[in-house]
């Protein structure tokens, strides 16, 4: 079977969880024997289109304008011409050659123009791989006004993207309780974990080294930095923490408000916090694969339940996971059900605290919870799970 696989960004170009898992999703569809191929934009093109190989998959690029840590207006700009650009440069090859599914990943939410044409041209099925409800968060932080123009623009092609898929995978079983009583749809709703490739990397204590942390347990961060994820949240941690001469924070990454962590991090003398920037996939496999506890936090007014992408990163490396999130999220059952790390409810800053020190103090438990975190990535969040769950799902369907 041809399988087109549609994001906005992939390896090696990007830096971001999405490009990787979606790469490993593709090598997993290649391993259980079928052609694939990505469609994807790119900011660097000089020319309409590039055709490239990697790891056996087929990529086809397309010329698009910046979508990734640029001003709000000219993303939004560049994603809503996504589908547009995307079919006047590739055209030729979509018609050429026909493919047996669809699997696309949102965000962005601006691919149901291009999702309906290759249906009509390929008539095939499609899955959607929905890991953001866009413009619904954006909406909680106040970031767009609800009911105002901005987010008739953006629910339009929401519902677009929604309505050209034949099943939706949402990341938990809360997503799925929420997207149902919210957004209407007829479409078949169902659970689709993220997933990640279990090949963890060896630590050879470089970053550890250059970075002067030898004799520290290292709380480390990578991914986005910005309003979604309350980073601030951290930076208290941190500052709650002064006083524990063993623990480091690490934090790695780029967005929206690295600039207001570099600030707070000055006014509040903060020692024990290293700010870097974005790196490569395999310079940060390497940085995980040499500290000792994974950190997330999400923002405490987000309504939906979002389950981040750098958690899997954590597993692979049997880490323990630390985290904060918002209210009724089912990360925390879910984590701490494998006995995989702890959780609190952003705001719950006492908790945050002492259940930082118990993994900072307690060597023991610290790698017993991530040799859990391990174990539950091979059952519950493997690739090879994912791919599985998106060919069964649709075999099943009318088609």
């Known amino acids: 079977m041809k399988i087109c696989l549609i994001v906005d960004d992939y390896l090696p170009e990007s830096k971001k969880v999405a490009a990787k898992m979606m790469h490993e999703l593709a090598c997993e569809f290649l391993v259980q024997g079928h052609e694939v191929t990505v469609i994807t934009p790119s900011e660097e093109l000089d020319h309409s289109i590039d055709i490239s190989l990697l790891n056996g998959i087929t990529i086809w690029r397309f010329k698009s304008g910046k979508i990734k840590n640029v001003g709000k207006i000219q993303r939004a700009l560049n994603?809503?011409?996504?589908?547009?650009?995307?079919?006047?440069?590739?055209?030729?090859?979509?018609?050429?050659?026909?493919?047996?599914?669809?699997?696309?990943?949102?965000?962005?939410?601006?691919?149901?123009?291009?999702?309906?044409?290759?249906?009509?041209?390929?008539?095939?099925?499609?899955?959607?791989?929905?890991?953001?409800?866009?413009?619904?968060?954006?909406?909680?932080?106040?970031?767009?006004?609800?009911?105002?123009?901005?987010?008739?623009?953006?629910?339009?092609?929401?519902?677009?993207?929604?309505?050209?898929?034949?099943?939706?995978?949402?990341?938990?079983?809360?997503?799925?309780?929420?997207?149902?009583?919210?957004?209407?749809?007829?479409?078949?709703?169902?659970?689709?974990?993220?997933?990640?490739?279990?090949?963890p990397v060896n630590s050879n204590s470089h970053f550890r080294e250059s970075l002067g942390l030898q004799n520290k347990i290292v709380y480390f961060y990578g991914g986005n930095i910005g309003h979604a994820q309350d980073m601030m949240n951290i930076v208290r941690l941190a500052k709650n923490m002064c006083e524990e001469k063993k623990a480091h924070f690490v934090l790695v990454g780029a967005g929206d408000e690295v600039e207001v962590v570099k600030e707070a991090i000055d006014k509040e003398h903060l020692s024990n916090i290293t700010l870097l920037p974005s790196v490569s996939q395999e310079v940060y496999k390497q940085m995980l694969s040499e500290f000792d506890i994974g950190l997330f936090t999400l923002h405490k007014n987000h309504t939906t339940h979002n389950f981040p992408g750098k958690l899997?990163?954590?597993?692979?490396?049997?880490?323990?996971?630390?985290?904060?999130?918002?209210?009724?999220?089912?990360?925390?059952?879910?984590?701490?059900?494998?006995?995989?790390?702890?959780?609190?409810?952003?705001?719950?800053?006492?908790?945050?605290?002492?259940?930082?020190?118990?993994?900072?103090?307690?060597?023991?438990?610290?790698?017993?919870?991530?040799?859990?975190?391990?174990?539950?990535?091979?059952?519950?969040?493997?690739?090879?799970?994912?791919a599985s769950h998106i060919l069964n799902s649709l075999r099943i369907s009318k088609f």
């Open 79 to 199: 994603e809503t011409l996504l589908s547009h650009r995307a079919w006047r440069s590739l055209k030729p090859l979509i018609k050429q050659n026909k493919h047996d599914l669809i699997v696309y990943y949102s965000p962005s939410i601006f691919w149901g123009n291009l999702v309906y044409k290759l249906k009509k041209i390929w008539g095939v099925p499609s899955y959607l791989i929905l890991r953001d409800f866009f413009p619904q968060w954006a909406i909680d932080q106040g970031l767009i006004r609800s009911k105002s123009f901005i987010e008739k623009y953006f629910r339009f092609f929401e519902t677009k993207n929604y309505d050209a898929a034949d099943t939706i995978g949402v990341m938990s079983p809360k997503n799925k309780e929420w997207f149902e009583s919210i957004i209407q749809t007829k479409r078949p709703i169902e659970v689709l974990y993220n997933w990640a490739a279990n090949t």
């Open 312 to 386: 899997l990163g954590y597993m692979v490396q049997g880490i323990p996971i630390l985290g904060s999130i918002n209210p009724g999220n089912d990360l925390k059952p879910v984590i701490e059900g494998a006995n995989a790390g702890l959780i609190s409810a952003n705001g719950e800053d006492t908790i945050f605290l002492a259940n930082a020190l118990k993994l900072l103090h307690n060597d023991q438990y610290r790698k017993q919870t991530g040799e859990n975190a391990k174990k539950l990535l091979e059952q519950t969040f493997s690739v090879e799970a994912a």
